[in-house]
């Protein structure tokens, strides 16, 4: 046996699948789904259930939707509204067996199902017009496919290294069967259709078939479309092995006189027929007659000539097998010992034997030798009346016949107990502990309130025994109120004071001999007290800074700054943010001027401070300051003293479900987002926070990139390294 060998170039799947791929495998591990199903077009859909993924519809299929159960589906069906499909939809799908297709697709794209080792069933539809480059590339446990009879064209390496193809068929309504289209398979006939017009180069090459006849059609035939008659081939890896025993010989090539399949045989070295003649012998043979007589036990043989020849030829006559006498007893068989019996053939002599089986012993009834007893066995004996053997064997204890179980010591709530019962033959006892009752707490009671500064105390005691139990109780969620009071007046209360979630607090305001209430701000709302000068906060669930001010009565009414307030106009901050910019925030001034109070829009007049953005914690709040360049009297009388400073929200970026981290969970929340929104729906159920915070690339929207430059940062941060954004960002 001989062997070649030749190698496979590698292909480059696409890019976008590539992606694809990569965010499926980013997502928690796969788990077998019953039913999953979607969008994958403007006017189809996908459902996956049990292993079956079935594509429906009236159109296009345009997006590669279901890749989290890639390593499950086992067969694909494709409606019959289907019209186009995406190239190297299913390339390399490793569980994949069958696919079917629909009658309204014309075409099978580029590298469709390539690289599917277990795919051995393919149904194809009348309509089918084209199968593309590579559709079936590498496909190992296809043994034959049944071609439309609508088909036009087989593209280059549709079906190349399919090396389990047994036979090979070409319907009449193919034109054109481009280079290496079936190279590579075991296919032991082939038969091309009565249009073929083209066949391309090494088409039909490393192939098992001994003969091909070319239709009167073909006009074109690629260099090595056929090539060396081989035994057999088989692929390892990326390689093609070919094997072939004695001298190599080509593909005897069939077709009209003169014609293109004959040029085509004499240019390459082919043996070439016309078809429709006869090969060049056929034997003519006579009947069979006996050249050796057959034994009992070995063979003859028969033999047979060609009349036109003189060739012979030779079978054998099987062996004509003992014809063997009547058994008879050589030995007589007893109770436990064989016996033997022999018979002998009639025709050469030659003796058999068989053991006969020994009789077996006839023994008696059993009978008790001693009797047993509730925890010792017996004896019984029996005899055999041919021989006289004796067997025996074990009677089993009777077991106790035990009473009811009696309570010996009554359990409590933290002992045991303990109870007995008495065996009515031999007197035994038994005893087993009864288990503690447990204690029966009673329902809690408040013995001691909680405060918004101190923890409170509950009580519980227990029904049967009367022991207490004593646990804390949180002290109350408060809330922080900052007062600030100009001169002028007074606030009860003031300065810093607490209140509990839900709660309500009456601002008490009175202004001093001589002046009077300017204004109250609370969280930067202006507020105005009731005519006895008090303000009712209700249902408070959040901190609460306000500000009074009050101003003189009397004349000349001076201008004044009474306070600066800094407002974000983002929602978050990232952690990772090198400056801060005045586009992200609104400064006012709040000014007395005659007695008017306004306010006075000093942000084109700011600058950062320059210390550049809050160091903090990877997410929380951090504390911005501002320098004041303009040229406002008040403001800066107001700033001698006092200075620009707030607070803003800061996340990490990529840390969707502000957890402190960046890992897995926050890649798949991006993705979702992506997905929800892909599918037309722009509800995609996160907030403009999360939309900040996950928009890493900051293209100002939630996208795929986002989602894989998130799990790239966690994976390189799992394996040990220092992942840095500017890079991975860098890098798309």
Not at 437 to 459: F, M, N, R
Request: with cysteine; hydrophobic share 35%; glycine share 10%.
């Amino acid at each position: 046996m001989k062997k070649r060998k030749t190698g496979i170039g590698s292909r480059l799947l696409h890019l976008l699948l590539c992606i694809c791929l990569a965010a499926g495998i980013a997502m928690p591990c796969a788990v077998p789904v019953s039913a999953a199903g979607g969008s994958c077009g403007s006017s189809t859909t996908w459902e996956f259930s049990n292993g079956v993924l079935k594509l429906n519809g009236n159109g296009a299929v345009s997006i590669y939707a279901w890749g989290s159960y890639n390593s499950q589906i086992t067969s694909v069906i494709v409606g019959d509204g289907i019209t186009e499909m995406l190239s190297s939809m299913f390339v390399g799908h490793s569980t994949l067996k069958s696919i079917t297709f629909g009658k309204s697709l014309k075409t099978i794209p580029v590298s469709f199902c390539a690289d599917c080792p277990a795919l051995s069933d393919i149904q194809f539809a009348d309509g089918l017009q084209t199968i593309s480059k590579g559709a079936f590339r590498n496909c190992s446990s296809l043994t034959a496919v049944t071609l439309p009879s609508t088909l036009k064209e087989i593209g280059e390496q549709a079906f190349f290294t399919c090396v389990r193809m047994k036979s090979i068929t070409i319907p009449d309504s193919v034109t054109t069967i481009g280079s290496e289209a079936f190279k590579g398979n075991n296919a032991k006939t082939v038969k091309l259709g009565k249009s073929l017009k083209t066949i391309g180069s090494e088409a039909f090459n490393c192939s098992c078939f001994s003969e091909v006849e070319i239709p009167d059609s073909v006009t074109e035939i690629g260099t090595n479309a056929f090539g060396i008659v081989y035994d057999s081939v088989s692929r390892a890896g990326t390689n093609l092995n070919y094997y072939y025993t004695g001298a190599t010989k080509k593909v005897q090539i069939i077709g009209k006189k003169d014609g293109v399949a004959q040029k085509y045989a004499e240019a390459g070295g082919f043996p070439f027929r016309v078809a429709g003649e006869a090969a060049e012998h056929t034997h003519s043979w006579s009947d069979w007659t006996v050249k050796v007589k057959a034994g009992c036990e070995t063979e003859g043989q028969s033999v047979r000539t060609c009349s036109v020849c003189g060739e012979t030829e030779t079978q054998p006559i099987q062996p004509t097998g003992h014809k063997m006498g009547d058994w008879k007893t050589k030995t007589a068989a007893t109770c436990e010992k064989d016996g033997e019996k022999i018979r002998t053939c009639t025709v050469c002599g030659k003796e058999e034997s068989e053991q006969i089986p020994a009789t077996g012993h006839q023994m008696s009834d059993w009978k008790v030798k001693t009797a047993a007893t509730c925890e010792k066995e017996g004896e019984k004996v029996k005899t055999c009346t041919v021989c006289g053997k004796t067997e025996s064997e074990q009677i089993p204890a009777t077991g106790h016949q035990m009473s009811d179980w009696k309570v010996k010591t009554a359990a409590t709530c933290e002992k045991e107990g303990e109870k007995v019962k008495t065996c009515a033959v031999c007197g035994k006892e038994e005893s087993e502990r009864i288990p503690a009752t447990g204690h029966s707490w009673g329902d809690w009671k408040i013995t001691k309130q909680p405060t918004l500064d101190a923890a409170g105390e509950q009580q519980c005691v227990c029904a049967n025994c009367g022991e207490k139990r004593t646990t804390e109780v949180a002290k109350l969620v408060g809330y922080q109120v900052s007062v600030s009071v100009s001169e002028g007046g007074s606030v009860t209360p003031s300065g810093e004071s607490k209140v509990e979630e839900g709660g309500k607090l009456t601002l008490k305001i009175k202004a001093d001999q001589g002046w009077q209430l300017a204004s109250v701000f609370v969280n930067g709302k202006e507020m105005k007290p009731d005519s006895a000068g008090e303000i009712l906060l209700n249902d408070i669930r959040s901190n609460q800074n306000i500000a009074v001010v009050f101003q003189k009565k009397e004349q000349p009414k001076t201008r004044k700054c009474n306070f600066v307030d800094i407002t974000p106009k983002r929602t978050a901050w990232l952690s990772d943010e090198t400056g801060l910019s005045m586009n992200d925030f609104t400064v006012s001034a709040n000014i007395s001027d005659n007695g008017m109070v306004s306010w006075l829009d000093i942000t084109k007049d700011c600058v950062p401070a320059a210390d550049g953005m809050p160091k903090s914690e990877p997410y929380g709040t951090g504390n911005v300051s501002f320098r004041y360049q303009g040229s406002d009297a008040a403001v800066k009388e107001y700033l001698e003293k006092n200075s620009i400073t707030g607070q803003i929200p800061l996340y990490l970026r990529g840390d969707g479900d502000a957890n402190g981290i960046v890992d897995v969970v926050d890649a798949e929340i991006a993705l979702n987002s992506y997905v929800v929104r892909l599918t037309g729906n722009q509800n995609d159920g996160i907030s403009e926070v999360q939309r900040t915070v996950m928009d890493v690339d900051g293209n100002g929207e939630t996208s795929l990139e986002d989602a894989a430059f998130i799990l790239q940062y966690y994976t390189q941060q799992f394996v040990g390294l220092k992942p840095d954004w500017k890079k991975i960002i860098s890098k798309q």
